[in-house]
């Protein structure tokens, strides 16, 4: 058991996972995720295979078309999260230990990064300035020992549990989380029904959404420049939990739900006349330029010989209306009322496109990488041993020093403390 243990612990067994994820997950990305059987065989056929290897049997076979789902793909996670922690118990936490405590020594050792024979004329000097250097000193007899940065030691122990909490957050997202794709038109309630990707224990959100208003917003050239959506959480009993407006990078977060403004169209347009309100559905089409329009028709018998084409080019609230022949006969907007015909567009009906997307594991990843943040700071503290010992003369010291980085600011640093002490 503790040779299987010392084997998970080893440097060269960690790395060799950290690049076997690596590997996987650039396959992960060069393959297409969530896709059809259909989309496979069409797009990765046997004759001709990528790489000459990568066909659509090999994808099914080794499940790559949901990677970051799979139960092998979890386990080589869960294998490194155990090779890290082992590596924590093993070899960090007794090296922090025994870093901890002083180490007099009675020759000074060739090991050292930095020794020296020297005489001190005023010792208590030199002592001062290693005290003045946040240095802890220790005597014992003639052996004096002096260390610092003692915190260093412990940024390789945050390290470890920053990528294993990480992997944790990772591991949770894939099988808790799922994400969801929905057109929600205006002043309606949805729920969340067309689940794009889902883990094997996810559970799906039951809080309906309203989409309480949508708009748009346009530059001066006529191109949008941003659109959002006012949008509502209800409970159970309809009652509003949480209102806000949200726009593309601006989502709406509600437990471990996260809202994304991704699209929009127009659906409709209520019209009114003869004091009746009637909601006409809109047809897209797209024009030679590329540009997108929105056309419906009038079905009013009064209105035949006038108007019966109503075109818009998005969301300004510019209405086109044409005649039978195709010719334009006028311009109208929103809320304008057409006295000839006793006709009145109340509202332009716009759809917006949500994602909704679960993620329980995103707090723990994003918890894992601010360690990651603090333990990289921490791994730049060196920590550093120095240690004298007193020769038959009073005034003859040995010196020692040694340091896990930076070796030669630690050498200059020793000079000065000489210098100080003559």
């Keep these: 058991m503790i040779k299987i243990l010392r084997f998970l612990s080893n440097l060269r067994f960690a790395i060799f996972l950290l690049l076997t994820i690596a590997f996987c997950s650039t396959l992960g990305s060069i393959v297409e995720q969530n896709k059809s059987l259909e989309f496979y065989q069409s797009n990765y056929p046997i004759e001709n295979s990528l790489f000459g290897i990568i066909n659509w049997k090999f994808i099914i076979f080794l499940q790559l078309d949901h990677l970051y789902q799979n139960i092998w793909f979890f386990s080589l996670l869960i294998l490194l999260g155990i090779s890290l922690m082992t590596c924590t118990f093993l070899q960090q936490l007794p090296m922090l230990r025994f870093s901890r405590h ?18 001190i004329i005023k010792s208590t000097n030199f002592f001062y300035n290693l005290n003045k250097q946040r240095y802890f000193f220790f005597q014992q007899k003639k052996t004096f ?36 794709q929905e057109l929600v038109p205006k002043t309606e309630i949805s729920h969340i029904q067309n689940i794009a990707a889902s883990g094997r224990f996810s559970t799906i959100s039951q809080e309906p959404v309203r989409l309480n208003d949508f708009w748009i917003t346009y530059r001066k050239n006529g191109q ?46 209520r019209v009114w006349t003869n004091d009746t309100i009637f909601q006409l559905p809109f047809f897209k089409t797209d024009n030679f ?20 084409i109503i075109q818009l080019n998005g969301y300004q609230g510019n209405s086109y209306l044409y005649d039978l022949k195709g010719k334009l006969s006028k311009i109208i907007d929103v809320d304008e009322y057409i006295k000839e015909n006793k006709l009145r567009f109340i509202d332009i009906i716009g759809l917006t496109g949500l994602q909704i997307k679960s993620d329980p594991g995103l707090p723990y990843i994003y918890f894992g990488f601010s360690f990651l943040m603090l333990s990289t700071i ?16 009073t005034k003859q010291f040995m010196i020692g020093a040694k340091t896990t980085r930076a070796k030669n600011q630690l050498e200059i640093e020793l000079f000065k403390f000489l210098l100080d002490s003559d």
């Design 102 to 119: 002083c180490h007099f020594i009675k020759n000074i050792k060739t090991k050292m990064d930095f020794q020296i024979n020297a005489q």
């Design 145 to 180: 020992y002096a260390s610092k940065g003692l915190i260093g030691r412990i940024a390789p122990i945050f390290v470890h549990c920053s990528i294993v909490l990480i992997l944790l957050g990772s591991i949770f997202a894939a099988v808790f989380g799922f994400t969801a």
């Design 224 to 269: 949008i420049k941003q659109f959002y959506s006012d949008l509502s959480i209800l409970n159970e009993d309809g009652n509003e939990i949480k209102r806000q407006t949200i726009s593309v990078n601006k989502p709406l977060v509600y437990k471990d739900l996260t809202i994304y403004q991704t699209d929009w169209s127009l659906i409709g347009l």
């Design 289 to 308: 330029d590329g540009k997108t329009n929105f056309v419906t028709l009038l079905p009013f018998n009064s209105l035949e010989e006038r108007f019966n």
């Design 378 to 393: 921490l791994s730049y503290l060196s920590f550093s041993e120095i240690w004298l010992i007193k020769k038959f003369s």
